[in-house]
T-cell receptor, first 109, second 114 residues
Framework: DAKTTQPPSMDCAEGRAANLPCNHS???????VYWYRQIHSQGPQYIIH???NNETNEMASLIITEDRKSSTLILPHATLRDTAVYYC??????????FGPGTRLSVLP | DTGVSQDPRHKITKRGQNVTFRCDPI?????LYWYRQTLGQGPEFLTY????????KSRLLSDRFSAERPKGSFSTLEIQRTEQGDSAMYLC????????????FGSGTQLSVL
């Protein structure tokens, strides 16, 4: 079973920041938080991952709370092409990913 | 295109038939994974290889399923005596062993068992 809880769906206006939450209250000290997304008719795509520090790359930012029990993926300026299912996954490095149902993000014009 | 390639994109078969899918990973990637995904659900792990060795198999992988990666390059997934419950998207992914956080997925093979 997935160790994370995500809202099933969210809407975001084009050009605004999309903030996708994830709860992982049972996370262990050696487990990372990973985010992938899946655009319709494609396989999942890696976005970002982190252990305890906040991370940023060209796609998104990952904010992890100090107690590591929750995190937020931020897409700073959402576009229509960001419409996808977003998966938050918690697992130790090198262990297999267990995908939950994710959050369906709809970016609206 | 240097991404993960899967063939065929779609397969329709009758119950009881055998089917085989192929995955060509990114050329320098030594890890290869198979996942299955049904409508509205996230992908479920089936098995993975490091080079030609199959290192882990999920309990979801019944004895009707077999995967091979004979030369550590492409992989095949065979389903024998297909059942309607096998209908799903079968996804292949690859990664470098030293960068296991970043899986690169193909677009999948959609299997429909009638």
């Amino acid at each position: 079973d997935a160790k994370t809880t995500q809202p099933p769906s969210m809407d975001c206006a084009e050009g605004r920041a999309a903030n996708l939450p994830c709860n992982h209250s049972t996370i262990s000290g050696n487990e990372y938080v990973y985010w992938y997304r899946q655009i319709h008719s494609q396989g999942p795509q890696y976005i970002i991952h982190g252990l305890k520090n906040n991370e940023t790359n060209e796609m998104a930012s990952l904010i992890i709370t100090e107690d590591r029990k929750s995190s937020t993926l931020i897409l700073p300026h959402a576009t229509l092409r960001d419409t996808a299912v977003y998966y938050c996954i918690v697992t130790a490095y090198g262990q297999n990913f267990v995908f939950g149902p994710g959050t369906r993000l709809s970016v609206l014009p | 295109d240097t991404g993960v390639s899967q063939d065929p994109r779609h397969k329709i078969t009758k119950r009881g038939q055998n089917v085989t899918f192929r995955c060509d990973p990114i050329s320098e990637h030594n890890r290869l994974y198979w996942y299955r995904q049904t409508l509205g659900q996230g992908p479920e792990f089936l098995t993975y290889f490091q080079n030609e060795a199959q290192l882990e198999k999920s309990r979801l992988l019944s004895d009707r399923f077999s995967a091979e990666r004979p030369k550590g390059s492409f992989s095949t997934l065979e389903i024998q005596r297909t059942e309607q419950g096998d209908s799903a998207m079968y996804l292949c992914a690859s990664s470098l062993a030293r960068e296991q956080s970043k899986l690169f997925f193909g677009s999948g093979t959609q299997l429909s068992v009638l």
